[in-house]
T-cell receptor
Framework: QKEVEQDPGPLSVPEGAIVSLNCTYS??????FMWYRQYSRKGPELLMY????GNKEDGRFTAQVDKSSKYISLFIRDSQPSDSATYLC????????FGAGTTVTVRA | KAGVTQTPRYLIKTRGQQVTLSCSPI?????VSWYQQTPGQGLQFLFE???????NKGNFPGRFSGRQFSNSRSEMNVSTLELGDSALYLC?????????????FGQGTRLTVV
């Protein structure tokens, strides 16, 4: 079993919709959680970095962590075609453990 | 501030050859980690170096090795290449590498083994 599970999608939404992405993890020791965005043929770009449970907002992006249920979420409000990418959740102890990545397409 | 730089961006090698990839971390970062990304397995951890010492290693065969120099630049080497080694190789730079600081990736080196 992978330490971080993520539905690979794909997910297709119309422009302006809210994109909701979710991951679960199994390692109770995880305390740091990240979301990366990866465009085709590029390296992952760090979007959000959170510690322990709670919410963190950055512009149109909101990350949520619920440690009691081992659940990680990312919400993208007012989605744009430029948000079309693969989104990877990850948690970090001595290494990053990644989910499989969800491919998102925002249709104009 | 310059980001993480990986060279070369693309490589084509034949089976049995060896290859060396290079990573220059963000200035001031002392931890460099290497990951392999494939469509089937996703992102998998190879190893991590901090202050020229390998601190952690993933589940890859000994053909995969690395090193870090005193200026924190890192290289990884793959010997006796196999077709299955075709992948995007990514390095990540962080200040401490112990999980409580952000990790930033380079653009990757796309290795094709033919």
């Amino acid at each position: 079993q992978k330490e971080v599970e993520q539905d690979p999608g794909p997910l297709s939404v119309p422009e302006g919709a809210i994109v909701s992405l979710n991951c679960t993890y199994s390692n109770s020791a995880f305390q740091y959680f990240m979301w990366y965005r990866q465009y085709s043929r590029k390296g992952p770009e760090l979007l959000m970095y959170t510690y322990s449970s709670g919410n963190k907002e950055d512009g149109r992006f909101t990350a949520q962590v619920d440690k009691s249920s081992k659940y990680i979420s990312l919400f993208i409000r007012d989605s744009q075609p430029s948000d079309s990418a693969t989104y990877l959740c990850a948690s970090n102890d001595y290494k990053l453990s990644f989910g499989a990545g969800t491919t998102v397409t925002v249709r104009a | 501030k310059a980001g993480v730089t990986q060279t070369p961006r693309y490589l084509i090698k034949t089976r049995g050859q060896q290859v060396t990839l290079s990573c220059s971390p963000i200035s001031g970062h002392r931890s460099v980690s290497w990951y392999q990304q494939t469509p089937g397995q996703g992102l998998q951890f190879l190893f991590e170096y901090f202050s020229e010492t390998q601190r952690n290693k993933g589940n890859f065969p000994g053909r995969f090795s690395g090193r870090q120099f005193s200026n924190s630049r890192s290289e990884m080497n793959v010997s006796t290449l196999e077709l299955g080694d075709s992948a995007l190789y990514l390095c990540a730079s962080s200040s401490t590498g112990d999980g409580n600081t952000e990790a930033f990736f380079g653009q990757g080196t796309r290795l094709t083994v033919v």
